[in-house]
């Protein structure tokens, strides 16, 4: 890589060249949650519980601990793997399995707590940096093990579960212990972190000299940079900051056929972008192990400001005519007029808020700076037609921006689901897609016996299009992994159906690749698995996520 180090910051003495720093060690998530710590359920919560799921439903409660599938791999496997990585770091203990069962979504955490073995990995192998990663690729292509990179454990579409495909066993390639701040060029802004660095640790690293990633999915507090960069991950400021795919200037990746280093420049034309083959790859082709992205410095001041738009409509013009004109708040989101009124009675605010919310944040090197922009995007909205709110909103949103998926445990815990999906399309067919994904959910969970509140927000725009982001909210059924599923199916058929992307940013996973071929054509696909074949040519990275295993009909249907 090219960034250049500062002498004098701390690293490892005894690999000097390891890192400038390590950060301070974050912890997971509850194997059958998404956090350690349960969420309380906010004022209006049980009120809308109440008044607007009437008829039983079906609490799902916590089991004290699971039973997990048996371990396949052998001694003499297992013994290999701890040759490259360690002896403590390469191991079949079933605390340690236990934690890596896979993701969170709503599906994952529901099986965790049925009364049935989980599937776990056979083992649980912690590389310290690229060389052990492509060392233990090589073992496991050796010895026909399949290989599950897992960084922070957040993906909801299915992305890092054990699955073993055609191989005789299967291990989860943890990189927690990859975390560093491997190189920082402030003159060039840009800094190279091990891949298994989480949100919380690079801020943690960049903000001790100054700088920001500004990256800050919902799943920040867990995930990692490698996972950002392997499912093209968008975090809620990405007007201000660009989605992750956009901060990224290099990688490194170790595949079973070799390594690769990918970004020398800020820009070239010496032919298609390889880093794209990796941005959103999932773990499919290869590893990464480390990224280099395009940081700033922390910024000096924050305007906050809401706004109500009678309509969600007379809002999503509103932010397209902002969007387009160029004003670049750090943070913009709508909410429709159901998001809107549910907000605000979970706060216990059911009267005081009407019509469609937008919140937005500014930043600036100044104050004159960031305000002059929140002024800016103030008059477009007044001209179609808004009313400020103040601060108040946008600063409570920030407060509570990474809790809502917390609370979706607690709601289990009462028998209630919530979930969440999300798309993108353009400004055109914007209103025509919302309506029909809204449908579908509608359509499917009423005639499961449960009528569901269905709410939805843009929380990413771009001049040509924005994103929707749904969140779904029904009584669980005594069969409630069925239930969603076909709510899923319906909406996942109903994005296809009217031209929009079957993932903004959750990526693709394991659950949405039976959509796939319907938007990028079965000859996508197939250069897709051309890539596979010439990367993995044995198949073992993360079978099943992203392209069907190679001759398995079944999943390619």
């Avoid at 009437?54 to 048996?70: D, F, I, M, Y």
């Avoid at 709508?334 to 500014?362: C, I, K, P, Q, Y």
């Avoid at 929009?500 to 959750?506: L, M, Q, R, S, W």
Wanted: proline share 7%; aromatic share 4%.
């Amino acid at each position: 890589m090219a960034a250049t180090a500062h002498t004098d910051s701390p690293g490892d003495p005894a690999n000097p060249a390891r890192a400038l720093a390590i950060p301070t060690p974050r912890p997971r998530g509850d194997w059958d949650a998404w956090g350690s710590e349960p969420a309380r359920l906010p004022a209006g919560a049980k009120a809308i519980v109440a008044t607007l799921l009437p008829g039983k439903a079906h609490p799902v409660p916590h089991r004290a601990a699971p039973v997990l599938t048996p371990s396949l791999l052998p001694d003499d496997d297992l013994a290999a793997l701890a040759a490259v990585v360690g002896a403590d770091a390469a191991t079949r203990d079933d605390a340690v399995r236990m934690l890596h069962l896979g993701g969170k979504s709503t599906p994952d955490l529901l099986r965790r707590r049925l009364d049935e073995p989980q599937t776990a990995p056979d083992a649980v192998v912690s590389p310290s940096a690229h060389d052990e990663v492509a060392q233990a690729l090589r073992v496991c292509a050796d010895r026909g093990i399949a290989v599950v990179p897992f960084g922070g454990g957040t993906s909801v579409v299915g992305g890092v579960d054990p699955v073993r495909g055609a191989h005789r066993a299967v291990v989860a390639l943890d990189l927690s212990r990859t975390a560093a701040l491997l190189a920082l060029d402030e003159v060039s802004l840009l800094a190279t972190f091990g891949a298994g660095t989480t949100g919380p640790q690079a801020e943690e690293l960049l903000g001790a000299r100054g700088f920001t990633l500004g990256h800050f999915p919902q799943s920040f507090l867990y995930a990692s940079i490698g996972g950002y960069a392997a499912t093209r991950s968008s975090g809620q400021a990405s007007r201000g900051y660009g989605r992750f795919d956009d901060l990224v200037h290099a990688l490194r990746v170790a595949t079973p056929a070799g390594d690769l280093d990918l970004g020398r420049s800020p820009a070239s034309a010496a032919g298609p972008d390889l880093r794209e083959l990796f941005l959103g790859s999932e773990g499919a082709f290869g590893v990464l192990t480390e990224v280099t992205v395009r940081i700033r410095p922390v910024p000096a001041a924050t305007a906050y400001r809401a706004w109500s738009f009678p309509d969600f409509a007379a809002g999503a013009a509103a932010v397209r005519d902002a969007t387009q004109r160029g004003i670049r708040p750090t943070v913009l989101r709508l909410s429709d007029e159901t998001e809107t009124r549910v907000n605000a009675a979970m706060g216990g605010h059911l009267t005081r808020m009407r019509g469609s919310l937008a919140v937005a944040t500014f930043e600036g090197a100044t104050a004159a700076e960031a305000e002059a922009t929140r002024d800016a995007l103030d008059a477009v909205f007044r001209a179609h037609g808004a009313t400020s709110r103040g601060e108040d909103p946008a600063r409570s949103w920030e407060r509570g921006r990474f809790a809502s998926p917390a609370l979706r445990d607690t709601l289990m815990d009462v028998g209630v689901l919530a979930e969440t999906l999300e798309t993108a399309t353009t400004w055109a067919n914007l209103p025509a897609l919302k309506g029909a994904v809204a449908a579908a959910l509608t359509e499917s969970l009423a005639a499961s016996g449960t009528k569901p509140i269905v709410l939805c927000h843009i929380s990413h725009v771009y001049p040509a299009g924005a994103s929707l982001y749904f969140t779904v909210v029904a009584a669980l059924t005594d069969d409630p992994e069925t239930q969603w599923m076909r709510a899923k199916d319906a909406a996942s058929r109903a994005i296809v159906d009217a031209h929009g992307t079957i993932t903004h940013h959750h990526a693709v996973g394991r659950d949405h690749r039976p959509y796939l071929e319907a938007e990028i054509g079965p000859l996508g696909v197939e250069v897709l698995r051309a890539v596979k074949s010439v990367l993995d040519p044995r198949g073992i990275m993360n079978p099943g996520a992203l392209v069907a295993p190679v001759g398995d009909a079944a999943a390619r249907a």
